[in-house]
């Protein structure tokens, strides 16, 4: 069993920065890889940014390439989204999750790939 707490949303001008993280409890977090998902009002949940086990490898949506980073601390048990030059387009529940495949290069992109949820933080881009 794992549990992830997410935290960091808020309301954010057309432009603006956040910083999310993803703090996980109970199996071996560091060697899993992890994923950030969002989802809008009336979409469907959509990749964003994932990173393998030890954070050798990370994969971005084509959207947040070059404006969002995924990173990680296996210390701190915590997986972390710096994002940057925020629109209102990337308003949605962001949401962090765990694929539980150990300690390889690969990370994935689909949402049935990832086998535990946290609950989802609010990000609001105004413009």
């Known amino acids: 069993q794992v549990q992830l707490v997410e935290s960091g949303g808020g309301l954010v001008q057309d432009g603006g920065s956040l910083r999310l993280s993803c703090a996980a409890s109970?199996?071996?977090?560091?060697?899993?890889?992890m994923g950030w998902f969002r989802q809008a009002p009336g979409k469907e949940r959509e990749f964003v940014a994932a990173?393998?086990?030890?954070?050798?490898?990370?994969l971005y949506a084509d959207s947040v390439k070059g404006r969002f980073t995924i990173s990680r601390d296996n210390a701190k048990n915590t997986v972390y989204l710096q994002m940057n030059s925020l629109t209102p387009e990337d308003t949605a529940v962001y949401l962090c999750?765990?694929?539980?495949?150990?300690?390889?290069?690969?990370?994935?992109?689909?949402?049935?790939?990832?086998?535990?949820w946290g609950q989802g933080t609010q990000v609001t881009v105004s413009s």
């Open positions: 999750a765990v694929d539980l495949i150990r300690r390889t290069i690969l990370v994935r992109t689909a949402v049935d790939a990832y086998d535990y």
């Open positions: 109970g199996r071996t977090f560091s060697s899993y890889a």
């Open positions: 990173i393998n086990w030890n954070g050798g490898r990370t």
